[in-house]
């Protein structure tokens, strides 16, 4: 437990990148050997569009990564936070927390994008690629990566966080969502195991469906049942799903990074709920 925390409290910079590249060329690999959706789309530029996204990404948290340290800290030396209050041990701190921080941090930062309609313009930028693969869990606007990093910051302090748990969960939160975003045909009998905890691709992609009221379900990132808790879950036939969003289908706007830089400064559209014989 000692070099596990020791480990996680100094995580090596270059051990942090090597998840975020290793995930994606993982999640890569597997998507060509098994697609759910075939790949018929230019993957090299469906790439680059999201590294980019991804690369502002990390230029973001790089550049406020001090604040999360300064409240992590924070919040041990004062004893604040509800696992600092309870006292809990190493297992109690790690799984509480964890599961506070995924609430907090992923689940409920991204319910209030979807409905704050400021937060959702920034956030519509994830919502438009139109091939969802692993490469699209880190297509955020740097707006958006500005709101989670305040609302994954506010978990810290309201969960009482240690750095070394922050940096589990940064992990975590990682890798599993560039699973549950990857287009990977998984067997069902695994993924129906693997549902009841963490979210899998099949649960993940109704979210990506380019109309409401699906893309207002399974929010989830770490754990599954946030959403059934809240009731935000929905399972559906991921065949009949059509990836994107229904105020920005043409290429010309969901495939230019230019226009979705300015997408949250521009009039705000209005989304159209789907009919019901269109029901999925």
Same mark, same amino acid.
């Given at each position: ?17 090597? *998840? &975020? @590249? $290793? ?12 697609? /759910?959706?075939?790949?018929?789309? %230019? ?113 810290? *302090? &309201? @969960? $009482? ?12 939160? /990682?890798?599993?969502?560039?699973? %549950? ?100």
């Amino acid at each position: 437990m000692e070099s596990f925390i020791a480990y996680f409290s100094d995580m090596p910079t270059p051990h942090r990148t090597g *998840l &975020l @590249v $290793g995930g994606l060329t993982i999640f890569f690999l597997i998507e060509y050997a098994a697609p /759910l959706f075939a790949l018929n789309y %230019n993957r090299t530029k469906h790439t680059l569009h999201n590294i980019f996204f991804t690369v502002t990404t990390v230029i973001v948290n790089f550049v406020m990564a001090f604040i999360l340290v300064w409240s992590a800290d924070w919040v041990v030396a004062k004893q604040f936070g509800i696992i600092q209050w309870a006292g809990f041990d190493f297992w109690g701190q790690l799984i509480v927390g964890l599961l506070l921080l995924d609430f907090l941090g992923a689940w409920l930062a991204h319910y209030v994008e979807h409905h704050v309609t400021w937060m959702w313009k920034f956030h519509s930028i994830h919502h438009t690629d139109q091939h969802v693969d692993t490469t699209t869990a880190n297509r955020h606007h740097p707006g958006e990566s500005v709101i989670r990093f305040l609302f994954t910051t506010m978990g810290v *302090l &309201l @969960v $009482g966080a240690p750095i070394w748990l922050v940096f589990v969960y940064q992990s975590l939160s /990682l890798v599993l969502s560039q699973f %549950n975003h990857s287009n990977i045909k998984m067997p069902k009998w695994l993924d129906d195991a693997l549902v009841w905890i963490i979210c899998t691709p099949n649960m993940h992609r109704v979210h990506h469906h380019y109309r409401q009221p699906y893309s207002d379900t399974n929010y989830g990132n770490i754990f599954s049942f946030w959403d059934r808790i809240f009731g935000t879950y929905v399972v559906v036939d991921n065949k009949k799903l059509v990836y994107g969003l229904d105020t920005h289908m043409d290429s010309k706007e969901a495939d230019n990074i230019g226009f979705l830089l300015k997408i949250p400064f521009l009039p705000y559209r209005h989304m159209i709920e789907y009919k019901k014989e269109e029901k999925l």
